[in-house]
């Protein structure tokens, strides 16, 4: 994913870049860009193989003066959701600089036995860009290996409205709602809402009433 101003050469992060690979496996992993100036530079790992689905996550946020932010989380089906990087008080632009663009694929290349594929990507921008809805198919924020992320449409104190794809989930299919707020931090202390996928769910704990959801 290629974040960026108004060119790649202006700007830019690449989160992450692949450096090398190893029986199948992503070994070096670097955030960096072109611009070598605010130069951010970062060496990180994930889990990410070949022939497996994989999430990344980034949280962004600009700044010239030790006051910008970058986070960066993964999901496998292996090892859930990780966190691969957490900079605060970093500089991720020059000064005066702006980001401007996303760019999926990035440096990314087809070729024989390569075809890079994406499914679902989803950008907000703006002071509430993480305040989100999704659905996992764990109790626990961590331990989802598979997400669904929902659009809020409308976000009050006591009620949200969003659109979700329910992507892989099937009807009848039990998963976990969770609310993600404007900080980032996950509602319930990260414990999912038991839901079942257009239903009814009987088998909910006691402390949760039962739920219907629809989503497409």
Not at 2 to 27: E, K
Not at 140 to 151: E, M, P
Request: glycine share 14%; proline share 5%.
């Amino acid at each position: 994913m290629w974040i960026l101003g108004s060119d790649t050469g202006t700007d830019d992060l690449v989160v992450p870049t692949l450096l090398g690979y190893a029986n199948g496996t992503g070994l070096n992993w670097l955030i960096n860009g072109n611009d070598p100036d605010p130069g951010y530079s970062n060496y990180t790992n994930t889990n990410f193989k070949k022939v497996q689905w994989s999430r990344f996550a980034v949280w962004l946020k600009g700044g010239y003066s030790n006051d910008g932010q970058l986070q960066f989380w993964t999901t496998d089906s292996t090892h859930g959701t990780v966190r691969g990087e957490n900079d605060n008080g970093v500089n991720t632009l020059k000064k005066g600089g702006s980001f401007k663009q996303v760019m999926f694929n990035a440096y990314g290349r087809t070729a024989n036995n390569s075809h890079p594929t994406f499914d679902d990507p989803y950008i907000a921008i703006g002071p509430n860009a993480r305040a989100r809805v999704e659905i996992g198919n764990s109790s626990t924020y961590d331990s989802c290996t598979k997400f669904a992320v929902g659009i809020p449409t409308n976000w009050g104190g006591s009620k949200i409205a969003a659109t979700l794809w329910t992507g892989a989930f099937q009807t009848g299919q039990a998963a976990y709602l969770y609310v993600i707020d404007a900080d980032g931090n996950v509602s319930n202390s990260g414990r999912g809402f038991r839901i079942t996928i257009g239903g009814n769910d009987n088998n909910a704990p006691s402390d949760q009433p039962p739920v219907v959801f629809h989503g497409k």
